[in-house]
């Protein structure tokens, strides 16, 4: 499934960086979604925003900043981030049609990032 | 309590055979969608079958089939034919269907890792 792309795939980034990841999804969906999985930890939903406004932010510290600038892509930015937030972050989207139990959330192939 | 367990962190199966990976949910809502994603090394999540809470048949694609049984909570996932591809992470997902569900939560279980062995 390519209808949902992130760069870098790859990041390792000190705690005093500034870096940002990015979401672009390819589907014509209204939703998209940042999630983090942690190792030995369940995937853990961070932001969500539909139509482009942010709708959820899941208790999510404040040096995670994301930017939804239109239905097509996201952006998560990260400063003075700490080891433990190492992890991969998969971003997500999906048509809501209003029936939210019903659409289905196509993930992209993830951003592995490590925190030194 | 969790929404979604997992109880099998991992199995083995031979190639060609079948397996099923268990799935438990727990929900006071009526509406209600269930989702399998596949999770290769590569890390990407690849969604494989839904099961709506509403829906009477078990949802089938493919080599695989959800064995939906709504009064146990459980909605187990079939594999059929495994295959040394289908080697991976699988995860079981719900999203609730409460009127206040703006935030489109899907709640993921803790995983099962399946080995496929030649």
């Known amino acids: 499934e390519t209808g949902v792309t992130q760069t870098p795939r790859h990041l390792v980034m000190g705690m005093t960086n500034k870096k940002s990841l990015k979401c672009e999804q390819h589907l014509g969906h209204n939703a998209m979604y940042w999630y983090k999985q942690s190792a030995k930890k369940p995937l853990e939903l961070m932001f969500v925003?539909?139509?482009?406004?942010?709708?959820e932010n899941n208790s999510v510290p404040s040096r995670f900043s994301p930017e939804c600038p239109n239905s097509s892509h996201l952006f998560l930015h990260l400063h003075t981030l700490q080891p433990e937030d190492s992890a991969l972050y998969l971003c997500?989207?999906?048509?809501?049609?209003?029936?939210?139990?019903?659409?289905?959330?196509?993930f992209g192939p993830g951003t592995r990032l490590t925190v030194l | 309590a969790q929404k979604i367990t997992q109880t099998q962190p991992g199995m083995f199966v031979q190639e060609k055979e079948a397996v099923t990976l268990d799935c438990t949910y727990d929900?006071?809502?009526?509406?209600?969608?269930l989702f399998w994603y596949k999770q290769p090394s590569s890390g990407e999540m690849i969604f494989l079958i839904y099961?709506?809470?509403?829906?009477?048949q078990n949802a089938t694609e493919g080599r695989y089939s959800l064995n939906f049984q709504k009064a146990r909570k459980s909605a187990n996932l079939v594999i059929s034919a495994s295959q040394l591809g289908d080697s991976a992470m699988y995860f079981c997902?719900?999203?609730?269907?409460?009127?206040?569900?703006?935030?489109?939560?899907?709640?993921f279980g803790g995983g099962t890792r399946l080995m496929v062995k030649p």
């Open positions: 929900t006071s809502d009526q509406s209600y969608g």
């Open positions: 997902a719900m999203r609730e269907g409460h009127s206040n569900n703006a935030g489109n939560m899907l709640t």
């Open positions: 925003y539909n139509f482009k406004e942010q709708t």
């Open positions: 099961q709506g809470s509403y829906d009477e």
């Open positions: 997500a989207s999906s048509q809501e049609v209003g029936q939210g139990f019903t659409d289905t959330q196509y």
